[in-house]
């Protein structure tokens, strides 16, 4: 079975995965949209999440060891897919992955470490199509600009209204790819943003 969801929060996300397993859906992976999940029995598990990547294949098998030594079982997560998943196996452990507030606000600098450099990644691509007219930011500002129909302003009646309806999917088209990179940066921005804020609120907690 597959969950489709998005989630900034990681408290929020475990939550909602332990009440997953209550109802009887036992999380087994995470993928790039969304979440799989097996029938099992209902349970009251603990689930908790970590970010973090990793250079090399010997440092991530050694960080897994380390958690399962702790009795968490490794849930999903590659060593550079940055999410990794633990659910708690020794009933008499503790229900906590971090030894303290700094290891689990870490997990929030590391995420908007990420996000960051998502955003920066775009810019200089943004840059080259704009300087080689790819993509015209006054469109934005002016809509009409999209529609390269010679004269379609200047139509009246049934004439404006069959160019218009004609044009109009190639202009959505290219109105979609001249805002694609704004948007996806202002996206990868935002959520940087949220995620230092979680940081520094842990951090004022300390």
């Not at 590659?78 to 009933?91: A, E, L």
């Not at 002016?142 to 069959?162: A, E, H, I, N, V």
Request: proline residues 4%.
């Amino acid at each position: 079975m597959k969950k489709y969801k998005f989630f900034s929060n990681f408290d929020e996300e475990e939550r909602w995965l332990r009440e997953m397993a209550r109802q009887g859906c036992r999380f087994t992976r995470k993928t790039a949209f969304g979440y799989e999940f097996k029938p099992s029995e209902p349970e009251n598990t603990t689930i908790k999440i970590d970010y973090r990547t990793f250079k090399r294949k010997e440092d991530f098998e050694d960080y897994r060891a380390l958690f399962e030594d702790s009795g968490w079982e490794h849930l999903s997560g590659t060593k550079s897919s940055g999410y990794q998943y633990f659910r708690k196996i020794d009933k008499q452990g503790s229900e906590e992955i971090f030894s303290d507030v700094d290891s689990k606000a870490g997990r929030y600098k590391r995420q908007s470490e990420m996000w960051a450099a998502l955003a920066w990644a775009f810019i200089p691509i943004m840059v080259v199509f704009i300087t080689n007219d790819t993509i015209h930011p006054e469109a934005i500002l002016d809509p009409q600009s999209l529609y390269l129909t010679p004269g379609l302003w200047d139509k009246s009646g049934s004439d404006f209204w069959r160019a218009f309806l004609f044009e109009t999917p190639f202009a959505f088209f290219r109105g979609f790819f001249w805002l694609f990179f704004p948007v996806l940066i202002g996206i990868y921005a935002y959520f940087a943003s949220k995620a230092n804020r979680q940081y520094k609120k842990f951090k004022e907690n300390e």
